[in-house]
């Protein structure tokens, strides 16, 4: 694979769709949307709150038109609006987080075929190929990943701490 050099010998090499199915998000206006705590995904983040979900959780959610290709992920049930895709276990049998952080390496927002509202084609995105090493590895590889964005999170955290001290003094 060009874009990321060797891999594992034992790992397979496929195109994207035989990795995992994009499902689109529902249409939901503010005007329709119920009171409650499930958090509504547009495809720039979250957007607002409902009182059900069309996932299973956890769920990764692909901004497919405006913010085209951002990547969310969301531990808990939620509701993927129409301007997104979501994958969800129902998606896929590779594990999630690990797919999350690739989706994040394949800079799915540095192409689009729509010229006056952005958007991401998932059938442009199914025809990517991809490592897909053994389901124990993805799970490693996602805790490893998750560990060292938590320190580097953390880091980040105590630095803005610190200039937060410093301006105070000032």
């Not at 994207?16 to 503010?30: A, D, N, P």
């Not at 059900?52 to 692909?62: A, D, L």
């Not at 594990?95 to 999350?100: D, E, V």
Request: glycine share 6%; charged share 25%.
């Amino acid at each position: 694979i060009e874009w990321i050099g060797e891999i594992p010998e034992h790992w397979e090499v496929g195109k994207m769709k035989r990795i995992t199915e994009f499902k689109y998000g529902s249409s939901l206006s503010e005007e329709m949307r119920q009171s409650g705590n499930i958090e509504v995904f547009g495809s720039n983040g979250i957007v607002g709150y409902h009182n059900e979900s069309i996932t299973q959780s956890p769920c990764i959610i692909i901004g497919r038109k405006g913010s085209f290709g951002k990547i969310n992920y969301s531990y808990n049930p939620c509701f993927p609006i129409d301007t997104t895709y979501y994958i969800d276990r129902n998606s896929t049998k590779n594990n999630l987080r690990w797919l999350y952080f690739l989706l994040i390496i394949l800079k799915l927002d540095s192409f689009s075929k729509d010229s006056a509202v952005p958007g991401l084609s998932r059938e442009d995105t199914y025809e990517k190929y991809c490592p897909l090493p053994p389901l124990s590895e993805q799970t490693a590889i996602a805790s490893f990943l998750d560990d060292k964005t938590a320190k580097i999170d953390s880091l980040i955290e105590k630095k803005e701490r610190m200039i937060e001290l410093l301006n105070e003094e000032k």
